[in-house]
C-alpha cells in the first residue's frame, strides 16, 4: 500500500504562481509512475502531468501549454508540481497519484486526498 500526502495549495492571484508537493509513503514507490490530476466543482476529473520514477518520463494535460512542470526527488520520495501563470480556470483540488502511464497518460492507483488551489481574478 502506497500513501500519498498532498502539499501547497491555497490562494493565489491570477498570474502567480504554486508549488504543490506529494509526499510518498514508502520507498518502494520507485516502481511506479506519479503524478497529477485536477477536479474543478461540477467538472470531471483532469490528468495534469505524470512522471515515471526511473527513466524520467514526462506527460502533460494539453491545457498546461508549457504552464507546469512536474518533477520529483526520489531520494525523499517526493513530487512536485510547479505551477506558473495561474488563472482562474485553474482553480480546483489537486490529486496526487501513483500508478502506471498508458496512452501517453497516468492510470492511478493510489491517490491522496487533496490539496485546494484557488486562483483569484
Known amino acids: 500500500q502506497v500513501q500519498l500526502a498532498e502539499s501547497g495549495g491555497g490562494l493565489v492571484q491570477a498570474g502567480g504562481s504554486l508549488r504543490l508537493s506529494c509526499a510518498a509513503s514508502?520507498?518502494?514507490?520507485?516502481?511506479?509512475?506519479a503524478g497529477w490530476f485536477r477536479q474543478a466543482p461540477g467538472k470531471e476529473r483532469e490528468f495534469v502531468a505524470a512522471i515515471t520514477w526511473i527513466a524520467d518520463g514526462t506527460y502533460y494535460g494539453d491545457f498546461v501549454d508549457g504552464r507546469f512542470a512536474i518533477s520529483r526527488d526520489k531520494s525523499k520520495n517526493m513530487v512536485y508540481l510547479q505551477m506558473n501563470n495561474l488563472g482562474p480556470e485553474d482553480t480546483a483540488v489537486y490529486y496526487c497519484?501513483?500508478?502506471?502511464?498508458?496512452?501517453?497518460?497516468?492510470?492511478?492507483?493510489?491517490w491522496g486526498q487533496g490539496t485546494q488551489v484557488t486562483v483569484s481574478s
Open positions: 497519484a501513483a500508478g502506471s502511464i498508458r496512452a501517453g497518460m497516468l492510470v492511478g492507483t493510489y
Open positions: 514508502r520507498r518502494t514507490i520507485s516502481t511506479y509512475a
